[in-house]
């Protein structure tokens, strides 16, 4: 029988892309229950026509179910739409630019199936693949430290310390109702929102299972909504995210994660603290957490970067300092000049 398969995919502005999105989806070869939840976002273009076409001249098994919104929402309220028009016994979140293999459902799935199928689908709670990445698909170096993580501890293990977990919602298979009991969804209104959720979800995942074969091809592009974001609207959710983790770390992995992400709290205020207030009202959190766990390293990298934060002249010793340590930025700054 295998488990049932809910992929929810957002739409929004993506008529370059969406057919081959919905083609890949399509063309899966896993044999057992699986459904498709497309949620209209409200775009401008022939996105959702063009995925409507497409659904309508399917004949085969997947089950496709269209969300609409009245409105633009963001892609944060259309994955929280599409969960929970959901039935599957997971989920599989895909974003409408990017495609999957066609053993990517198959693959992931049979992490929770064999002998034993009813204990093992309870007790594995989500299954991430590996991916390829880049406009070409070029396999992006994938670090499978181990096949499968037990205890929260081990699953902690593989994000903060073997960096083996991805920031991203997408290409995970993740059971439906661990998601539903545990509140996990996603911070509306902002961008980034894959970084708080990603935080939620270590807080409960006890056992998770990785699978090394590329089942994800995603697209990077430079008209996507987070890259074509100013740094006004890149500061805020930033500065959001990075609030709500500060005021809801975990009492029992305190110190990891207060060095996990004060560090990148401390490189971003550097970028951002000029574009948001938001910055500073939180500096004097992330420095109490360094004090209290004794962290000198924290301490100075926050007083360093915040300096750079708050100074003009910062923002070219950073600008500098990231192209000594990658030189092809200077060449994108020579062609920035000549197309103007």
């Known amino acids: 029988m295998g488990v049932s398969i809910s992929i929810i995919i957002p739409v929004y502005q993506v008529e370059a892309y969406i057919e081959d999105c919905l083609r890949s989806v399509m063309n899966q070869k896993y044999t057992g229950s699986m459904e498709c939840v497309v949620v209209d976002d409200c775009g401008s273009d022939r996105s959702m026509e063009l995925a409507l076409g497409m659904i309508a001249a399917y004949t085969g098994p997947i089950r496709f179910e269209v969300v609409r919104f009245e409105r633009n929402r963001g892609l944060s309220a259309a994955r929280n739409a599409g969960l929970e028009h959901a039935t599957g016994d997971y989920v599989f979140f895909l974003d409408s630019d ?43 170096s994938y670090n499978v430290a181990v096949a499968e993580a037990r ?7 593989c994000y903060y310390k073997d960096r083996q977990m991805v920031v991203a919602a997408w290409n995970k298979l993740i059971k439906r109702s661990f998601l539903m009991e545990n509140g996990l969804r996603f911070i509306e209104g902002v961008i980034y929102e894959d970084m708080p959720w ?34 006004i609207r890149k500061a805020e ?7 709500f983790v500060v005021d809801r770390i975990t009492p029992a992995f305190e110190r990891e994660e ?36 004794g962290s000198f390293g924290l301490r100075f990298r926050l007083r360093a970067d915040c300096w750079l934060g708050n100074h003009k002249f910062g923002l070219m010793l950073l600008k500098l300092w990231e192209r000594v340590k990658k030189p092809s930025l200077i060449i994108k700054d020579l062609r920035r000049k000549i197309s103007l």
């Not at 459902?105 to 007790?123: H, K, Q, T």
């Not at 205890?151 to 293990?157: A, H, L, P, S, T």
């Not at 935080?199 to 697209?219: A, D, G, I, P």
């Open 98 to 140: 990017d495609e999957i293999s066609e053993n990517c459902i198959e693959l992931l799935a049979s992490r929770v199936e064999g002998d034993g199928v009813e204990d093992r689908a309870c007790a594995v709670e989500m299954v991430q693949g590996a991916e390829r990445t880049g406009h070409q698909y070029k396999r992006r």
């Open 151 to 157: 205890g929260n501890k081990e699953v902690r293990e």
């Open 198 to 231: 990603t935080f939620l979800l270590l807080k409960h995942l006890s056992r998770v299972s990785f699978v090394s074969e590329s089942t994800y091809y995603y697209r990077k592009r430079g008209d996507s909504i987070v890259t074509a974001a100013g740094n």
């Open 237 to 243: 959710s930033y500065s959001k995210n990075y609030r």
């Open 258 to 293: 207060v060095m996990y992400y004060g560090k990148r709290f401390a490189y971003l205020y550097a970028w951002y603290a000029r574009y948001n207030a938001g910055f500073k009202e939180q500096y004097p959190l992330w420095m109490e957490k360094a004090r209290e766990y």
